[in-house]
């Protein structure tokens, strides 16, 4: 059995084995415990304690959920690395935009589409069973 405790201010929350609320939260108006259907256990607890917030959802009768869509998990696992590192590269190419850099046509075109290849580099990742990112190639900037 899993549940999931969501503190509904801050919609975050962590994943939860015990059947009743923890004791330190009795009383605490802004925390709940649902429970998770056994079809989505072993997918709810890979979500990050505290990091839960992208997953967490209210329907329009303002019960809450969690999200098990895969897309959202395989998001989680690149975030603080793959995303990270992609945007830092897009950053360091910034200045291949700028109108008066100095390239021609054809290089602005190469640049273009580098940066183009890194905004898309999330989509064509491959993942294994558990959401992981397989080994891939970065696009490799112009010269």
Do not use: C
């Amino acid at each position: 059995m899993l549940n999931f405790i969501i503190n509904t201010v801050t919609k975050n929350g962590f994943p939860y084995t015990g059947t009743e609320m923890p004791e330190y939260l009795n009383g605490d108006v802004n925390h709940i415990m649902i429970n998770i259907p056994e079809s989505d256990v072993e997918r709810v607890s890979k979500i990050m304690p505290f990091r839960a917030t992208p997953f967490i959802k209210q329907d329009t009768e303002g019960n809450f959920f969690i999200d098990t869509d895969e897309n959202l998990f395989k998001r989680m696992n690149i975030q603080d690395t793959i995303i990270i590192e992609r945007n830092r590269r897009l950053s360091e190419s910034d200045w291949s935009r700028v109108d008066d850099n100095g390239l021609s046509d054809e290089k602005r075109e190469l640049w273009r589409v580098y940066r183009e290849s890194l905004r898309n580099l999330p989509s064509s990742i491959q993942y294994d069973e558990h959401y992981m990112p397989l080994p891939f190639e970065w696009p490799i900037p112009p010269q």
